[in-house]
């Protein structure tokens, strides 16, 4: 395999930065924030070289390695420091260090008002830096180090604005959802290395046909829980909704282009884990299809602008969990709907940015209304943004979510009729509540109770959108061109080497199921919101709108099972330690005390302990010595 | 040793010039300790730098000292942290119940007797370095700890007499042994070859365990632990957890499991148990904690029982994580204590709910201390992720189940590590917080190598894996394991 020495720059670059802004403090105000830019351009130019120069080489010799040093090497377990750029990680680098650039230059206008700014940028090219390790890395455990990087990017950004209690908790919550799902990945690769002795992917892809079906399982079901909670998925799906409390570039970037996309990342890169593993690829369909539903429905309900997108970027990821588990050709979809969706969704956070930033940054949809003609070009590339996520043609989200949902009819029997049923209502309550986070956000009557007058962002902030936008628009058609992504991904995941099951649904009925479910969302929204609404959510609603208002209960679920059951066993145990185990050690020290007292009247006042000891010690010492000679 | 001693000649008035004198040696005696790991051959798994004399000719009873991969790592770990630590702490002692130069004669002591502990290859030299150690921190704890320090003091030294004792009549008992079967010894290589039966080599076993797990402190023999790291002074606390407590695992490795292997064997069940309940035990006592020291003091607990169940594990990786682990937790925890005894002399509380905002009042002790906490929890990158995820790859091939609930730990300590986090450093700036001043210079000098180390072996720890694993290596085969292969075999 050809190595390069320029792979450890992606992510050398934006760590040092990230250390150099973190220590310089408050002498870094003025530059840093270029600083950071400037590297995250810098990356993105590594990797687009990268990346033209792995196209000029022919298919098989296209992926390139980099061996930093040995890391840790103990008895058989060995693990280098080791970078892989190949055809799956170049759509990732491009994707990080592209939109990240873009949204760095976003911030530069977004935070200018923040007194700590260049720590917000700090964390920013933490982040990049992570996430690049993650995409990057050779083996499980080298991706286990941006896992928890961008965990701990995440945590640090989601509470940037720690002083409020609400926030610094959203921030904890989110790590610890994301330890859980950590456990499945640390434990994938224990398993993985007590099964094949080894944890590099190419390792383990070698000899992954002669596990037994049990230990693939095992592996795969870990890594499952993994991607549930770095992406989000059911169980694990409560704090990405919290996670909003970051600053909305933030949310843009990690809680919706590309961290929270990791775990598709990382069941595209274990396929071959997966592909001989049914149980594990079945449990993969059933959470990727309860989350898309569970997301949508909760999106259906939110007021607040950020939370919406947030439940929406829940249901998406769910269509590309679903997708990975639809075998190899559901992969390069996979892969295919995470480009969009990084597009249009971080054009559509950015654009909730931009009208927070042109409202006080007031969230709540309720309050807004009309905003389109004081801000026409946020308007403008929203709108973009959500005609490719309802999946319009010719818009970025037709061709990469048609493409799932006829995928999922495909996968035959009763399994495919529910997963292309399930896709497909996704679909229509995704148009609903995409069209109305657009009335409210941006048409009907104007209801933010003051006077002074929305206005539009600046150019700094307007042109990422914008750049964003027209990837949302055309993203899907050139990435589907000639099968162009699924091609390019056939080395990694053999999408085409599939045998190819009859076709359940020709493809062209699919698109006219789906645009009509499409139209069908959209109308009830517009039947449902048009007109004059009030400034305050209704209060009289069905069950279900208040079971999704309060995300269907996945809170007072987690606080009845986890959180207060923790809590008293915590308070027990301090009491059993206290009361039992040093009890008992207190008793035999206040026996000792008495005893020794009136071993001291016998021995005129030697150290009372030191005594009892003694004479304990010495009876121990005979036993032991009786015993011995015996 | 010597330098306590010019030290106990000067007067002392003069605080100052002790503490400079002080400070010097140990900085002296960290470098020869760096000097002795240059020297010090990697691929020779024997036992080097060996000395020894006669001591007491009549019982065979020589001081007898050497070193190999495993005593020296925890050597340069001892001498490193000691300048650190008088650095950290320059006026810990004014306050206490002596004068400072007391102080720092117990703290150069103790040194001497951590180091002679870690070299010494003659059992009853061990033993009495071992007790002797319990001189200096008892005065350490009672003479310059916050209240209730004598109460803790007294129960520590209980706590360690009793094990003591316990371990003193296993040593008298293997001697009785050795005398019977290749006359009269205390040096360990000879020791180890003895043929001993079941049911003694069981007892004797315990003796020297039960002392270990004290010292370690494993459950349900922790309780002395968050009293004493309580009462003590903060320096005090990282040399007490830092260090001496690694005297237990340290002892599990060189006499239960070199001396009886057998015992070690069969009791591996049982422990293998105790480690896995003090892990969730510890983390969540940690959890419930309202007083930081005592935070610090369960999270300890915690991982202690990962370095025991490492241990016996025996598997190279577990063996070497442990190691690996009783070095990484040393620096984690000395920059937790040493952070933490800065913010509780600042705010004259340790009641972690007197803290607020602090990121906000002083960036460089917030930050500090919360890289180390991320250490604590074992973030990938810093370097307890290292011996953690060895220990538990390395239980894992042999103890699967006892991994995976060990795994679970790893949620558990990041509540324990962000509760704390949380309120002391985010949030808004709690009453009585607000003009509590950074860092100082001295300060920010001696916490920044600590640091620093923690972030190197993090993404580098191959120098001490290198002196760690062929003595890991020698210990789990000598006690007659191998490594479980792979199951796909390539």
């Not at chain 1, 990230?18 to 403090?25: E, P, V, W």
């Not at chain 1, 309860?290 to 309900?301: E, K, M, W």
């Not at chain 1, 279900?544 to 008293?568: C, H, I, W, Y």
């Amino acid at each position: 395999m050809l190595t390069s020495a320029n792979l450890v720059w992606l992510i050398a670059l934006p760590l040092f930065s990230s250390a150099i802004l973190l220590l310089a403090g408050k002498r870094s105000n003025s530059w840093g924030h270029v600083l950071a830019t400037t590297v995250s351009a810098s990356a993105f130019t590594v990797g687009v070289i990268e990346f033209f120069a792995m196209q000029g080489r022919p298919e098989e010799s296209r992926a390139v390695t980099q061996k930093l040093f040995t890391w840790i090497s103990v008895g058989t377990f060995k693990v280098d420091a080791s970078l892989l750029l190949d055809q799956l990680s170049i759509c990732f680098v491009l994707l990080i260090t592209g939109v990240g650039t873009l949204i760095h230059i976003y911030s530069i206008a977004y935070m200018s008002h923040d007194l700590d700014r260049r720590r917000f940028f700090a964390y920013l090219n933490l982040f990049i830096a992570a996430m690049l390790l993650l995409v990057l890395g050779d083996s499980y455990l080298n991706l286990y180090v941006g896992w928890e990087g961008v965990g701990l990017a995440s945590y640090l950004l989601i509470g940037f604005w720690n002083q409020k209690p609400a926030y610094a908790t959203a921030a904890k919550k989110a790590f610890v959802a994301n330890r859980v799902g950590d456990v499945g990945l640390s434990l994938a690769i224990m398993i993985a290395f007590a099964t094949f002795g080894d944890v590099s992917f190419a390792g383990i892809k070698e000899h992954a046909e002669h596990a037994s079906s049990t230990q693939l399982t095992a592996i795969g079901l870990m890594l499952l829980l993994a991607a549930c909670g770095k992406s989000a998925q059911f169980p694990l799906q409560s704090w990405l909704g919290d996670a909003m409390a970051g600053p909305t570039p933030v949310s843009a970037l990690i809680h919706a282009a590309t961290m929270v996309t990791a775990g598709v990342y990382l069941i595209t890169r274990s396929n071959f884990i997966f592909d001989q593993a049914p149980i594990a690829q079945l449990m993969v369909l059933v959470i990727g299809g309860v989350t898309l539903l569970f997301g949508a429905i909760i999106g259906t309900a939110k007021d607040d602008i950020k939370k919406a997108l947030a439940a929406s970027t829940m249901s998406q990821i769910g269509y590309m969990i679903l997708a990975t588990g639809l075998g190899p050709i559901g992969y390069a979809f996979a892969i295919m709907h995470l480009l969009t969706h990084g597009f249009f969704k971080a054009s559509m956070f950015l654009g909730a940015g931009s009208v927070m930033h042109g409202m006080k940054d007031e969230v709540n949809m309720r309050k807004f209304g009309g905003i389109g003609k004081f801000m026409p070009i946020t308007a403008l590339t929203f709108g973009l943004g959500y005609l490719a996520i309802i999946g319009v043609p010719p818009f970025a989200g037709f061709y990469s979510k048609d493409k799932i949902i006829e995928t999922a009819f495909n996968a035959g029997g009763v399994k495919g009729i529910a997963l292309g049923v399930a896709t497909l209502v996704g679909a229509m309550i995704t148009a609903f509540y995409m069209t109305r986070v657009v009335i409210l956000t941006f048409f009907g009557n104007e209801r933010w109770g003051h006077t002074d007058e929305p206005h539009e962002s600046p150019a700094l902030m307007l042109i990422p959108i914008a750049l964003l936008s027209v990837g949302s628009v055309v993203s899907g058609f050139v990435l589907s061109k000639g099968q162009g992504l699924v091609h390019w991904l056939e080395p990694i995941v053999n999408p085409l080497k599939e045998h190819h099951a009859e076709e359940f649904l020709p493809p062209i009925v699919v698109s006219a199921m789906t645009l009509s479910v499409v139209v069908i969302g959209v109308s009830i929204a517009i039947m449902k919101y048009r007109g004059d609404q009030l400034a305050v959510a209704p209060v009289n609603v069905s069950s279900l709108t208040k079971a999704a208002r309060r995300d269907l209960f996945q809170d007072d679920f987690n606080e009845t099972v986890f959180m207060r059951p923790g809590q008293s066993l915590v308070s027990n145990l301090l009491n059993l330690d206290y009361l039992v185990i040093d009890g008992t050690v207190r008793a035999v020290g206040s026996i000792s005390l008495t005893a020794g007292s009136k071993l001291r009247s016998l021995q005129n006042g030697y150290v009372r302990s030191y005594a009892l000891l003694t004479v304990i010690g010495a009876l121990a010492l005979l036993t032991v010595i009786w015993v011995v000679t015996a | 040793m010597i330098i306590a001693g010019i030290i106990s000649v000067l007067p002392s008035k003069n605080n100052e010039l002790i503490k400079r004198i002080a400070f010097a040696g140990s900085v002296i005696v960290a470098l020869a300790s760096m000097f002795l790991a240059i020297g010090f051959d990697k691929s020779n798994t024997s036992l080097q730098f060996v000395q020894s004399n006669a001591w007491i000719p009549t019982f065979n009873i020589n001081y007898a000292v050497g070193l190999d991969g495993i005593s020296l790592v925890l050597i340069l770990l001892s001498t490193i942290l000691v300048p650190i630590v008088l650095l950290a702490t320059w006026h810990e002692s004014d306050g206490g119940r002596w004068s400072s130069k007391a102080f720092y004669i117990l703290i150069l002591v103790l040194e001497t007797m951590m180091i002679g502990v870690f070299a010494a290859t003659d059992l009853f030299l061990f033993y009495v370095f071992f007790e002797a150690m319990l001189i200096p921190i008892y005065f350490l704890i009672g003479g310059y700890g916050s209240d209730n320090k004598s109460a803790a003091a007294v129960k520590f030294l209980l706590y360690s007499l009793f094990g003591g004792l316990l371990m003193l009549a296993s040593i008298i008992g293997i001697y009785v042994i050795s005398g019977n079967q290749i006359g009269a010894t205390f040096d360990l290589t000879q020791l180890a070859t003895l043929e001993i039966d079941n049911r003694t080599e069981n007892l004797l076993f315990l003796g020297f365990f039960i002392a270990f797990a004290i010292k370690a402190p494993l459950w349900p023999f922790h309780t002395w632990l968050p009293d004493a790291a309580k009462a003590a002074t903060p320096g005090t606390s990282v040399l007490l957890l830092g260090v001496l407590d690694k005297v237990g695992t340290y002892g599990m490795i060189r006499f239960c499991i070199q001396l009886f292997p057998d015992a070690s064997k069969t009791f591996t069940p049982i422990i293998i148990t105790l480690a896995v309940v003090s892990i969730i035990y510890g983390a969540f006592m940690a959890i419930g904690q309202k007083d930081i020291k005592g935070l610090i003091a369960f999270t300890s607990i915690s991982h202690f029982g990962f370095i025991t169940m490492g241990i016996f594990a025996m598997t190279s990786q577990g063996m070497s994580g442990a190691n690996l682990y009783m070095v990484n937790h040393g620096f984690s925890t000395a920059a937790l204590f040493l952070i933490a005894g800065w913010m509780i002399k600042r705010r004259s509380s340790s009641t972690i709910s007197d803290f607020g905002g602090l990121q906000r009042v002083t960036p460089v002790m917030a930050w500090t201390f919360f890289i180390a906490g991320m250490s604590s929890l074992a973030l990938p990158g810093l370097s307890s992720f290292v011996s953690e995820f060895l220990v538990l790859v390395g239980t894992f091939t042999r103890y699967p189940i006892a991994a995976v609930i060990g795994t679970i730990g790893i949620v558990l300590a990041a509540l324990y590590i962000l509760i704390p986090v949380q309120k002391m450093l985010h949030g808004p700036i709690a009453a009585g917080n607000e003009k509590l001043a950074d860092l100082s210079l001295r300060e920010k000098l001696a916490i920044s190598p600590v640091i620093l180390i923690i972030i190197l072996m993090g993404f580098y720890p191959k120098p001490v894996l290198d002196l760690i694993n062929p003595t890991s290596e020698k210990v789990v085969v000598n006690a007659g394991y191998t490594d479980p292969v792979a199951k796909v075999v390539k």
